[in-house]
């Protein structure tokens, strides 16, 4: 069963201060791993998508990382703007689905 | 440019009333896609059709029907709702093998009392 966990479940940081999460990932092969923001009240808005280990890619403050088994978003010098949740998916390469994690609830205070 | 629309915003329903959420889309997607939304537990897939005509079961579809009406229209319908069903419900929408970047509507929060 395709799986997706996310860590921390919160995270508080300071305006400046960097930090990374962590999506965890068993999936049977993958197709393509999905990072979201997700605003109050909002849809997920897509961020990245990574397709195999090594692979990297940057917006703005945000750079995303995949591993075989993981994959981080950093966060370089975050502003308040930045707050959100950050969601995590994976699809596997025969199914449709798209296996959501929790999310991590990013707050950055001024 | 409007993507992915959802209707109702916002709705609330006694146990027991039926109701249909609506979705389109806008971008000529192929495959569309309803989730549920509940607090610690992520995104859950209700339903999805990969094309039109065609519909699946995802991971959590008891107590919910869908109709994928044409490409554009894909409406997930509650026949007797009950209060394990309130949650903010997401339709999304994707080409596949394209990217398969998903896209999401705005939402719709359920309560059912």
């Known amino acids: 069963e395709d799986q997706v966990t996310q860590s921390p479940e919160a995270l508080r940081l300071q305006e400046g201060e960097s930090s990374s999460l962590n999506c965890s990932y068993t999936v049977s092969g993958l197709r393509g791993l999905f990072w979201y923001r997700q605003d109050p009240g909002k849809g997920p808005e897509f961020l990245f998508t990574l397709y195999s280990a090594g692979e990297e890619k940057e917006k703005e403050r945000l750079k995303a990382t995949l591993t075989k088994k993981e994959s981080f978003l950093h966060i370089t010098a975050p502003k308040p703007e930045d707050s959100a949740t950050y969601l995590c998916a994976v699809q596997a390469t025969y199914g449709q689905n798209f296996v959501f994690g929790p999310g991590t609830r990013l707050s950055v205070l001024p | ?113």
């Open chain 2, 1 to 113: 440019n409007a993507g992915v629309t959802q209707t109702p915003k916002f709705q609330v329903l006694k146990t027991g009333q039926s109701m249909t959420l609506q979705c389109a889309q806008d971008m000529n997607h192929n495959s569309m896609y309803w989730y549920r939304q509940d607090p610690g537990m992520g995104l859950r897939l209700i339903y999805y059709s990969a094309s039109e005509g065609t519909t699946d079961k995802g991971e959590v579809p008891n107590g919910y029907n869908v109709s994928r009406l044409n490409k554009r229209e894909f409406s997930l319908r509650l026949e007797s709702a009950a209060p394990s069903q309130t949650s903010v419900y997401f339709c999304a929408s994707i080409i596949q093998n394209s990217g398969n970047t998903i896209y999401f509507g705005e939402g719709s929060w359920l309560t059912v009392v």
